[in-house]
């Protein structure tokens, strides 16, 4: 609750504590003209009332126990808000999306039965993972006066583990999922950003890349079958290591956002946990330098990630002043790359060739990357409690089309932010690597109060990643916010949907 004793609830992403040290406080405060000592927001907003729809009530009351329905407003809201800039923005400014109906948390026994009941009610719905969507995926898109209830994932937990291959429920985060592999010395491999919240649904469902794709590839190379339910039955695949069937029910589940069905269980490739990990970090006179390197590598080794300039500078503003810190900055000014792009190199058991016209750095680095991985986004909680807008944008593309695309996409931010006559800052990196080309992530903060703004800037991004070669997302999925770059893409997979899934 907030001082005047009403329900509050916090949109920020994890944990809203994060320190961040001198330099980068000054460097921020200096560039946006903001006093560091004023917390703008606390990513707190008022819960809207929501009254209890006595028909649905009843209805759910025929096919789901009731302790795993929830009419609760805060329970409702969180199941209608995502992590997407545009949404934590409009909330900042008190705008929140119409909230889910109810919130239900179905057994496995319970779902056919409920989804059956829905469709003849004609009741929407949207479906629950992790709530780490950033594309708008978990605002309920049907138009009408009609109900929309959101399902919860959550209670698919089931586990077995087979020689190679493990049969897991949909609701297991990444941290939940990976912990129990590991006692059986396993790993599934995949560890995305938002590894400690996402779940194996939302990862199939949103065509997801964990940090160490280059090694164990992306979900669609992990996931060997899946198990679906639909308002007219249950679907699965046999859990073998490949068939030739025709269109699988993996094929239908995979990128489908929750309009296809719900996913159940997933059949997913484990390996043995790696004996040894070994570190190693660069650095390039440039971002291009480093991508010349790179793209002659051809093999690419467990983790591989070279940040632009702005990106490097940043990452080292983060480190506190020390003796340490100073010996190694001359290190760099001697060597001539102290302005230069970073490569952070992790591979598995077995070391990995120096990159060409790399100067090496040591191992500290990529340690430090690696220990802070999954904290990223708490970085962004305490640029909007300054009340500044942190958004991230990812694209695929070839190496051919690579750097004209880098160049485009930051003279488009740039410009976008001085049409707007907003102040902002851009930095990127690329962390997935392929024979034939890699994805490239842009990072980008921007000093505004309207949502227009950001969204103005967005568009302009991913038109530029289009008309450059480059794809609307790499591993973001579509959702909402995307879907009207898809065109036919997007047509496809609605026309796929039962109609009982929210549009």
């Known amino acids: 609750m907030d001082e005047t004793g009403k329900k509050t609830f916090n949109v920020f992403f994890g944990s809203s504590n994060y320190n961040i040290n001198e330099n980068t406080a000054k460097f921020i405060e200096k560039l946006f003209d903001i006093n560091w000592n004023n917390i703008i927001w606390d990513g707190n ?22 302790e795993n329905i929830s009419f609760d407003p805060m329970d409702r809201l969180k199941h209608s808000i995502g992590k997407s800039s545009i949404e934590i923005l409009d909330s900042r400014l008190s705008v929140l999306p119409k909230i889910v109906d109810a919130v239900v948390y179905p057994d496995y026994n319970e779902v056919y039965n409920l989804l059956k009941t829905l469709k003849k009610e004609n009741i929407h719905i949207t479906v629950y993972g992790g709530g780490t969507s950033v594309t708008g995926g978990l605002i ?76 164990y590839g992306d979900i669609e190379n992990m996931v060997c079958s899946v198990e679906l339910a639909r308002s007219d039955g249950l679907f699965s695949d046999p859990y073998l290591p490949r068939f030739s069937s025709g269109i699988s029910v993996k094929d239908v589940a995979m990128g489908s956002e929750g309009k296809c069905g ?4 997933a059949g997913i490739k484990v390996h043995d946990l790696p004996e040894k990990r070994h570190y190693y970090s660069y650095f390039f006179k440039s971002f291009k330098d480093g991508v010349k390197s790179i793209r002659e590598m051809r093999k690419f080794p467990t983790i591989l990630r070279l940040s632009d300039e702005t990106e490097t500078e940043f990452l080292f503003l983060s480190q506190d002043n020390s003796m340490v810190k100073n010996i190694f900055d001359k290190y760099l000014s001697l060597r001539n790359v102290n302005k230069g792009s970073l490569l952070i190199l992790i591979n598995n058991n077995n070391g990995f060739k120096k990159p060409v016209n790399g100067i090496y750095s040591g191992k500290t680095i990529a340690k430090i990357w690696e220990n802070t991985r999954y904290e990223r986004p708490y970085f962004g909680n305490v640029l909007w409690k300054h009340g500044l807008v942190p958004d991230t944008l990812e694209t695929s593309v070839s190496w051919e089309n690579i750097i004209k695309l880098y160049d485009e996409a930051i003279l488009t931010f740039n410009n976008s932010i001085k049409n707007l006559n907003i102040t902002g800052i851009i930095m990127s990196h690329i962390s997935h690597f392929y024979i034939n080309g890699c994805a490239i992530y842009f990072t980008f903060i921007i000093k505004t109060d309207k949502t227009d703004d950001l969204i103005k800037i967005r568009k302009n991004m991913v038109n530029t990643f289009i008309s450059n070669g480059g794809s609307i997302t790499h591993h973001h999925g579509l959702g909402k916010y995307f879907e009207e770059f898809a065109g036919n893409n997007a047509m496809f997979i609605n026309s796929l949907r039962d109609d009982v899934f929210d549009k």
């Open 262 to 265: 719900i996913i159940l269980n």
């Open 140 to 215: 309920s898109k049907y138009s009408g006066n009609g109900r929309t209830i959101s399902i919860d994932t959550s209670r698919f937990k089931k586990i077995e583990l087979n020689d190679g291959m493990a049969i897991c429920g949909s609701g297991f985060t990444g941290r939940e999922l990976e912990e129990i592999l590991n006692t059986k010395g396993k790993t599934m491999g995949n560890f995305p950003e938002s590894f400690n919240y996402s779940t194996v649904g939302g990862w199939i469902s949103t065509m997801e890349s964990g940090q160490e794709s280059n090694q």
């Open 45 to 66: 907003v008022n819960i809207p009332y929501a009254g209890v729809d006595g028909e649905l009530q009843k209805i759910l009351l025929n096919c789901i126990n009731i």
